[in-house]
């Protein structure tokens, strides 16, 4: 059985001290909870101090995002050297607000997913579909080529850590979340196209996560379904009270 997967995306919130009472808070609730796996992923500022926060817990750190190579001249760019060096185990990437603000393709992702997988570094992979592409009827298509594009190359043995999330731009931060049944069905999807491309083994045990607009009310009901095994929590992953309940109610 696979175990569920909470990880919070503070995105560009929080202050290192904001982001101190938060961790704080979180460690108080959840210290003792050993029923899912929990990741906060804070911005790059407060990588450091939060590990220190969390080093004796179960509670992992993640970043949001990474650059491919290991150093250089890349000015405004983060390692995965530098992120592993702060204390990460995971690291988001292909977030749709980095694919639309950012002009990241698939082609990219995939070296940026390959660059943390050499490290040792776990992606948390993100794809979905925007509410024009939803409407047109092209969800599996586009849910198809990001997997293709960002899987490319890539073997069983490499991505045995990987974890993917699936995230409907259409409810991302609008309030809006897929009913269970439209997040089952992509997941479904998703977990036929790793066993297609890779093996069953290996789909039956990868975690794959809904994102957008989770929140307490909604995770019990998405979790019910048979390939929803957590969530990738947006903007209630920035208060103590909404985040908790949703890691308990998860489980």
């Not at 938060?22 to 450091?48: M, Q, W, Y």
């Not at 998703?190 to 909604?218: C, M, Q």
Request: charged share 25%; with cysteine.
């Amino acid at each position: 059985m696979r175990k569920p997967f909470i990880a919070g995306n503070w995105k560009m919130y929080k202050t290192i001290n904001e982001a101190i009472a938060l961790t704080n808070g979180v460690k108080r609730e959840l210290l003792d909870f050993d029923k899912a796996d929990i990741v906060l992923c804070p911005p790059f500022t407060a990588l450091s101090p939060v590990y220190e926060l969390l080093m004796e817990t179960e509670i992992k750190l993640g970043a949001q995002n990474l650059y491919w190579e290991k150093e250089g001249a890349f000015t405004g760019e983060v390692s995965c050297v530098m992120l592993k060096d702060a204390g990460c185990e995971f690291v988001i990437l292909g977030h749709s607000e980095r694919r639309k603000y950012f002009a990241e393709t698939d082609e990219s992702i995939n070296k940026k997913i390959k660059s943390s997988l050499a490290i040792g570094l776990n992606p948390i992979c993100c794809v979905g579909e925007t509410l024009q592409e939803r409407e047109a009827e092209k969800t599996i298509e586009v849910i198809k080529t990001q997997l293709t594009g960002c899987f490319k190359d890539l073997k069983i043995e490499d991505l045995l850590g990987t974890v993917v999330a699936y995230e409907p731009v259409w409810a991302i931060g609008t309030g809006k979340n897929a009913t269970p049944a439209q997040a089952q069905e992509v997941h479904k999807f998703i977990r036929g196209w790793l066993t297609e491309n890779f093996s069953s083994g290996f789909a039956d045990n990868i975690r794959i996560l809904y994102g957008g607009s989770v929140k307490p009310a909604n995770i019990k009901e998405l979790m019910k379904e048979a390939d929803v095994d957590g969530a990738l929590v947006g903007g209630a992953s920035l208060e103590i009270a909404s985040f908790t309940q949703i890691v308990k109610n998860a489980v």
